[in-house]
């Protein structure tokens, strides 16, 4: 995401620099950029209107707490990280330095191309109003969502961690097998599944396990699950077939909720036919 950032404030007009411990690839992003690679942190920052953080999730803290002292004044700071109950508390000292302070998500990956129809979650540090105003005009295409720390983590949870490790888990089972002959005899669920699974497994695993061990809810939901799971294997290993069949109406009475669930079956065949 840092890479994306540069590039897309360069495309705004503004002068950026960076820093990275990653030499290498920092080099070949200032190359092929044009920004301006400083040699750490504080020099990056010195001289900014706005400093962003695009960090490890558990690096940020004290990536914050090491910045504070030395921003330039006035000057603002945003940080992206996908966890926030454990950084709002340092911005709110950051704030106190006299520092504009900005707490947001983007709900997208590097991969996007325009922000038109993306959306960024803000977290409220102090002020509110003037918070979203600032995310407004930095990113002034993508929608904004208002949410607490705690209630976006908790989303976290069940957005980020549940799914990666539904697809971690199954990618271990199948990719143990002939994944030729199951590509050729696999369904739409199938592909679509493995499409799912792939994507997450050829990203950075130190991000996916940062995901995973320091969102405080993830347990309880990754509890939660196993429990579910145990329940329905049991109906199937011993054919009780009013159990499974009650279960799996439960499940599709709470799904109904969804305004979207009656045209989920048209939307997987769109989605794989976009594939």
Same mark, same amino acid.
């Given at each position: 995401?840092? %890479?994306?950032?540069?590039?897309?404030?360069?495309?705004?007009?503004?002068?950026?620099?960076?820093?990275?411990?990653? #030499?290498?690839?920092?080099? &070949?992003?200032? %190359?092929?950029?044009?920004?301006?690679?400083?040699?750490?942190?504080?020099?990056?920052?010195? +001289?900014?209107?706005?400093?962003?953080?695009?960090?490890?999730?558990?690096?940020?803290?004290?990536?914050?707490? +090491?910045?504070?002292?030395?921003?330039?004044?006035?000057?603002?700071?945003?940080?992206?990280? =996908? $966890?926030?109950?454990?950084?709002?508390?340092? $911005?709110?000292?950051?704030?106190?330095?006299?520092?504009?302070?900005? =707490?947001?998500?983007?709900?997208?990956?590097?991969?996007?191309?325009?922000?038109? *129809?993306?959306?960024?979650? $803000?977290?409220?540090?102090?002020?509110?109003?003037?918070?979203?105003?600032? &995310?407004? @005009? $930095?990113?002034?295409?993508?929608?904004?969502?208002?949410?607490?720390?705690?209630? #976006?983590?908790?989303?976290? &949870?069940? !957005?980020? @961690?549940?799914? #990666?490790?539904?697809?971690?888990?199954?990618? =271990?089972?199948? *990719?143990?097998?002939?994944?030729?002959?199951?590509?050729?005899?696999?369904?739409? !669920?199938?592909?679509?599944?493995?499409?799912?699974?792939?994507?997450?497994? =050829?990203?950075?695993? @130190?991000?996916?396990? @940062?995901?995973?061990?320091?969102?405080?809810?993830?347990?309880?939901?990754?509890?939660?699950?196993?429990?579910?799971?145990?329940?329905?294997?049991? #109906?199937?290993?011993? %054919? +009780?077939?009013?159990?499974?069949?009650?279960?799996?109406?439960?499940?599709?009475?709470?799904?109904?909720?969804?305004? +979207?669930? &009656?045209?989920?079956?048209?939307?997987?065949?769109?989605?794989?036919?976009?594939?």
């Amino acid at each position: 995401m840092g %890479k994306w950032l540069i590039r897309y404030f360069l495309a705004q007009g503004h002068e950026v620099t960076f820093s990275d411990v990653r #030499h290498d690839e920092a080099t &070949a992003v200032a %190359k092929s950029t044009g920004a301006k690679l400083a040699d750490g942190n504080l020099e990056a920052a010195k +001289d900014a209107d706005l400093v962003i953080l695009a960090t490890p999730i558990e690096a940020t803290p004290e990536a914050l707490a +090491d910045l504070a002292p030395n921003l330039p004044r006035p000057s603002s700071i945003m940080e992206i990280s =996908s $966890l926030k109950t454990q950084v709002v508390p340092v $911005l709110v000292k950051v704030a106190k330095r006299g520092v504009t302070v900005l =707490s947001i998500h983007p709900l997208f990956g590097p991969g996007v191309q325009q922000l038109m *129809g993306e959306k960024i979650a $803000l977290v409220p540090v102090v002020d509110p109003a003037s918070e979203l105003k600032l &995310a407004k @005009s $930095l990113f002034p295409e993508a929608e904004i969502i208002i949410v607490d720390a705690e209630e #976006h983590d908790k989303a976290m &949870a069940l !957005t980020l @961690s549940l799914p #990666h490790f539904l697809n971690i888990v199954f990618a =271990s089972v199948v *990719g143990d097998e002939n994944l030729d002959v199951l590509k050729k005899l696999g369904g739409t !669920t199938f592909k679509l599944q493995l499409v799912l699974s792939e994507s997450v497994l =050829s990203e950075d695993p @130190s991000l996916y396990a @940062s995901i995973q061990m320091s969102n405080t809810y993830s347990a309880h939901f990754l509890d939660k699950l196993m429990t579910n799971a145990l329940t329905l294997r049991d #109906h199937v290993t011993t %054919k +009780d077939l009013k159990g499974f069949l009650q279960l799996y109406r439960d499940v599709q009475a709470l799904l109904s909720r969804d305004e +979207d669930f &009656a045209t989920a079956y048209e939307r997987m065949y769109r989605a794989l036919g976009a594939l």
